[in-house]
């Protein structure tokens, strides 16, 4: 299906409007939430139903990883810094990557989208017009799945996986308290500004908790109406491959 | 202080942005043009004579913070840097200094002198194409300035001055990226003058205290004290950086 380019805000006024002819897929929500397990399963769909997917991943663009990496292990970044940085990232990868991508007919899943850095940047006390406006020149994904669940599953399995780190704590907004109580402390507010945005920009809410695969089944669920193509005479299959 | 620190540290930033004059006891002094307008050797001079009269002056100038340079330097060998990518890094610059450079000496009652402000970005950014709302938006943050002066100049007298001082015109001050033309002087000539339009179209949107730079530097330099006086005229230096014994507060006018 060929769109026209769909901005969230301002947009990128200097770009050839031309269309794209792929998808824009975000899935969104809290680390522990599944996120990555579950854009693994929905490439492996996809490319098996005969789809083109890249994936793109929150800040692993080339131009200012490196200096995000120092400046975290630094704590060189204040809160403002530390949002427009992030939103460097994307801007970078948005240009170089997801919108290239779109407009060759690919499908791609992206893990964490503006969303992210918003709720990030809100639950920090930056201002809710000052940050909307910043994102603005993001493109309109097709669809957002947020992932959701609950504190302490979230808490529980980042334990699990990794450990907690110093930023995704909060420990820059709790200087002095215990991480664990600072990881709690912080992701509750994260989830509020999710709730709230889900709202704002329509999110598809999925709960996290249940089995992989029934979460994988869901997601499958509601591709299906808008991975649509001119030519394609069989819909996709929810279930192949078997989960 | 515990508690203020606090707040600060959780709220964005609690200035009142471009909009509306800050209350700090310091002055912030901006200087803007296009390349080549002569606003830097404008700026040392000013600095000279406020230093010479007691007044403690601060200087920071436009893209210098060590935060980002990597990653701008990186960015533009590679020629990757895109309006918004290049107007960003410049934003995340201009953050990192009104944090650490530019709002501590206006709280200590200092004179801030800026080399390019925020309106750079305004003209530049603009003329590479982003939308003028939206970095008028992200710059909202910014205090607005005591003085800004704009260095007008023409493009060609510009590009005269930039030639004879240095061998080569850069890259993205030409505005190369935006594939106006494969001459150099040619996509400066146009890239600039679209800068320039954009300066001119803001001079009275931000009263913008506007100077002929085509007149002899001293010339210039005289209209930009005399504006300074006229502008300022309310400041009071909180300690003299000449002599440190009459440390007290001290106007202007009187602290030759």
Redesign the interface.
């Known amino acids: 299906m060929i769109k026209p380019l769909t901005f969230i ?6 770009l050839d409007p031309g269309h794209l002819s792929g998808w824009l897929i975000v899935v969104e929500g809290s680390d522990g939430a599944g996120r990555t397990t579950q854009i693994q399963l929905l490439r492996g769909w996809l490319e098996y139903q005969g789809y083109g997917v890249v994936d793109t991943d929150w800040t692993l663009s ?3 990883s ?2 995000i990496g ?2 975290k292990e630094g704590h ?6 530390f949002n ?2 992030y ?2 990232d994307f ?2 990868r948005l ?2 990557e997801i919108i290239p991508a779109l407009r060759a007919g690919f499908v791609v899943l992206s893990d964490r989208y503006i969303y992210t850095a918003i709720a990030r940047a809100l639950a ?4 809710r ?2 940050v909307r ?2 994102f ?2 993001a493109l309109q994904p097709d669809i957002v799945f947020y992932l959701k669940a609950d504190v302490q599953t979230l808490a529980r399995r980042t334990l699990l996986a990794a450990g907690l780190d110093y930023w995704e704590s909060g420990l ?2 709790n ?1 002095g308290m215990d991480p664990y109580d600072s990881f709690i402390h912080y992701q509750r507010r994260l989830l509020r500004e999710y709730s709230r945005l889900a709202k704002e920009f329509n999110f598809v809410t999925v709960n996290a908790k249940p089995a992989i695969s029934t979460v994988q089944r869901h997601l499958r669920e509601h591709l299906l109406p808008i991975l649509t193509s001119e030519g394609r005479e069989h819909t996709l299959d929810v279930e192949e491959p078997r989960l | 202080m515990g508690l203020n620190g606090r707040r600060d540290n959780q709220r964005q930033m609690n200035t009142p942005g471009l909009g509306q004059a800050h209350d700090y006891p310091g002055k912030l002094i901006v200087v803007e043009g296009i390349d080549g307008s002569g606003k830097s050797t404008q700026a040392q001079l000013l600095q000279k004579w406020l230093l010479n009269r007691g007044v403690p002056v601060f200087f920071t100038e436009w893209n210098s913070s060590p935060l980002v340079r990597r990653a701008t330097k990186a960015g533009k060998k590679k020629n990757r840097l895109t309006p918004t990518t290049f107007s960003l890094l410049h934003l995340t610059d201009f953050a990192d200094r009104l944090t650490y450079q530019i709002i501590p000496p206006l709280k200590a009652g200092m004179v801030v002198i800026a080399d390019r402000y925020a309106f750079t970005a305004f003209a530049r950014d603009v003329a590479r194409g982003v939308h003028p709302q939206w970095v008028r938006e992200a710059y909202s943050f910014a205090v607005r300035p005591d003085i800004a002066f704009y260095f007008k100049v023409t493009v060609e007298c510009s590009l005269d001055r930039l030639q004879s001082s240095r061998a080569k015109i850069k890259f993205y001050e030409a505005g190369m990226d935006l594939n106006l033309s494969r001459n150099v002087e040619e996509s400066f000539c146009i890239f600039q003058g679209q800068v320039l339009e954009q300066y001119d179209a803001m001079s009275d949107e931000y009263d913008f205290e506007v100077i002929d730079a085509e007149l002899p530097i001293d010339v210039q330099q005289l209209m930009v004290r005399r504006a300074v006086e006229r502008r300022v005229a309310d400041y009071m230096a909180p300690f003299s950086t000449r002599t440190p014994a009459r440390a007290g507060m001290l106007p202007l006018s009187e602290a030759r």
Do not use: C, I, K
């Open positions: 805000g301002q947009g990128l006024p200097y080339p131009l200012v490196t200096t120092l400046a060189a970044m204040n809160v403002l810094t427009l940085l939103a460097t801007a970078d240009e170089h920090r006390g930056a201002d017009e000052w406006n910043l603005g020149f820059d907004q200087p």
